[in-house]
């Protein structure tokens, strides 16, 4: 490790004497026999010195000069003042003389490093992606790092930046490098603006030594360009988004993952596991926060192993009566209740032999629902309502919950034992604010299907837009941010969407903002955030109810026509007050 500076075992010297200062006749021994040799006087007092070659030699009295010692395990970083008087200085190791160190050696030692370091670390920022920008301040505010990235992003190259004053060529309230310098706050993935015209992604952390703060760097990722491309994509047509989304049903990809988006590291994380998920047919608890998409990852864990043929039946625990719960998940023989169909029922665990049966929010499963749960999970096999006949449960198992199953264990209001079950595997879905590099591509997402579903050709979406999305933390998580993007495309009637049609928790403008008036039903000019909502509300329950009298109540039709899941319609039929229709 040439770069580091070395111990200063690795650079003492060996050829040397140590004599008593009383053993003068060793010294006049020394004196015509040695000659090159360095040799040290032990003193009475403890302390050493280093007799001078010329007057060993000179037949005069000896002339000594003291000599520091320094301990043998001491990093070389820390004997700077070891050489006061003397270019040489004892190294001692378990309290005897172990050898000497020279001055010469110790500073030729500190610059091979030094030079090594140096050109390691200019290699390492310059082999960083051309698209991020990395820089470096000193405590004076003086740029001392500007690698190709930044003179990239900021077209301002080396020579006219280093070792000049950052605020020289960007504004004091924009400079997060100078409030990491002089706060010492360290920031990760914020969305920043280092110019009026620009937008990035930053990390900035203090540099510190000795228990001080010495500079400060940065790591900044262009969002501007994104954001010009996605600006051109938006100049296409609908009849092209008409015509790919078109051809992507006639010829769908086999990419299992096509339908989770985003290129984030937490992200990907998710995706890797799934991979190894993939290959065997263990039982998987996917948790994560309310809106995350959990059914596409499990949606993406069935692909990834099943054939096209191979069923993927979703139920929803909290949207099915505690009555019915037993035969929707069973089933039920002809003649099993008053009521029932004369035929008979498959319930959802025979629907999906071969395949994968899901149980989104399994949290919400009754008490006495667990237990038969539990005995599927274990025995494979089960009675359907009012049967005598075992059925065999041949089909992998996959569970996701928003809610905290180890808190209802200690509440007892969720099985401990049918925990451990469904947790062979588990996969944690983060959340959108730990991943808001793929609002970007999120966002475009939603807004060609949007502007399918509307009719609206969106032209522009202006840049404040995009920066309000990323300032916020969105609670909601994708669901959320699904359902802003749709409120801006309804409002965007003129194909430019604007900042002021973003809801008021998500608007930072300085103006409280208004929706504009669209039609007749939509005069929002001077509605309350309560009464905006209700009438969005109003407008999206009438059609919801259009699309439920024309598919004549098949929700699997319907879903599949919105291109959301039966899980997320479901959500907002209940929300809607709808369930029922």
């Not at 200085?89 to 000497?100: E, R």
């Not at 451990?420 to 959340?431: E, I, K, T, W």
């Not at 039903?521 to 059609?543: N, T, V």
């Amino acid at each position: 490790m040439k770069h580091l500076l070395p111990s200063l075992e690795h650079l003492m010297r060996t050829d040397y004497r140590i004599i008593d200062q009383a053993d003068l006749a060793a010294l006049q021994a020394y004196r015509s026999d040695q000659e090159n040799d360095p040799v040290f006087i032990a003193k009475e007092t403890g302390q050493y010195g280093l007799l001078l070659q010329s007057a060993a030699t000179s037949g005069g009295d000896p002339h000594i000069i003291d000599v520091q010692t320094v301990q043998a395990d001491e990093p070389l970083s820390g004997i700077a003042s070891a050489f006061p008087f003397c270019s040489l200085a004892l190294v001692v190791k378990d309290g005897h003389p172990a050898g000497y160190i020279t001055a010469p050696d110790a500073i030729e030692a500190s610059v091979q490093a030094h030079r090594y370091l140096e050109a390691y670390f200019s290699t390492a920022l310059e082999a960083l992606n051309p698209d991020v920008a990395m820089t470096l301040i000193n405590e004076e505010g003086h740029v001392a790092v500007w690698t190709s990235g930044a003179e990239h992003i900021f077209s301002i190259q080396k020579n006219e930046i280093i070792g000049k004053p950052a605020s020289d060529f960007f504004a004091v309230d924009r400079l997060q490098s100078l409030k990491t310098l002089q706060t010492g706050e360290s920031v990760h993935r914020m969305q920043h603006r280092p110019r009026q015209d620009m937008f990035v992604l930053i990390n900035s952390s203090p540099i510190q030594l000795d228990d001080r703060i010495i500079g400060a760097v940065t790591a900044e990722s262009d969002l501007t360009t994104q954001m010009r491309l996605h600006q051109e994509l938006l100049q296409m047509t609908s009849k092209v988004h008409h015509l790919q989304k078109e051809v992507a049903m006639l010829s769908p990809s086999s990419d299992p993952f096509q339908h989770i988006k985003g290129t984030s590291s937490t992200l990907k994380n998710s995706i890797d596991t799934i991979k190894k998920i993939s290959t065997t047919k263990a039982t998987v608890l996917i948790q994560g926060e309310s809106g995350t998409g959990k059914e596409l990852f499990a949606q993406a864990i069935h692909n990834s192993r099943e054939q096209g043929s191979a069923p993927f039946i979703a139920i929803n625990c909290g949207a099915i009566p505690a009555a019915l719960f037993e035969s929707e998940l069973f089933g039920y023989e002809r003649g099993a209740f008053s009521g029932a169909d004369p035929k008979g029922k498959k319930g959802k665990i025979e629907l999906a032999n071969g395949g994968t049966l899901f149980l989104d929010e399994i949290g919400e499963m009754p008490l006495d629902m667990q237990v038969k749960m539990l005995r599927v999970l274990q025995e494979k096999n089960y009675f359907p309502v009012g049967g005598t006949q075992l059925k065999k449960a041949d089909c992998r198992i996959i569970a996701a919950t928003n809610r905290d199953l180890k808190k209802m264990i200690a509440e007892s209001t969720f099985r401990e034992d049918l925990y451990y079950r469904l947790n062979v595997v588990s996969l944690d879905v983060p959340p959108l604010r730990e991943r808001k590099e793929d609002i970007y591509e999120l966002t475009q997402s939603f807004l060609h299907e949007f502007s399918l579903v509307y009719g609206r050709h969106i032209q522009s979406f202006t840049p404040d837009v995009f920066e309000d999305l990323l300032q916020y933390d969105w609670p909601g998580n994708i669901r959320e941010l699904r359902n802003t993007i749709e409120r801006l495309v309804i409002f965007s009637t003129d194909g430019e969407i604007q900042r002021e049609y973003l809801p008021a928790h998500i608007y930072t403008g300085d103006k409280k903002p208004s929706a504009p008036s669209a039609a007749d039903d939509w005069r929002m000019s001077d509605l309350d955030g309560a009464a905006f909502q209700a009438q969005l509300d109003e407008f999206e329950r009438k059609l919801l109810r259009q699309a439920l009298e024309s598919a004549n109540g098949n929700k699997l039709a319907i879903a599949k026509q919105l291109g959301i899941s039966r899980a997320t319609l479901y959500n907002k039929l209940k929300r809607l007050n709808l369930s029922s229709s």
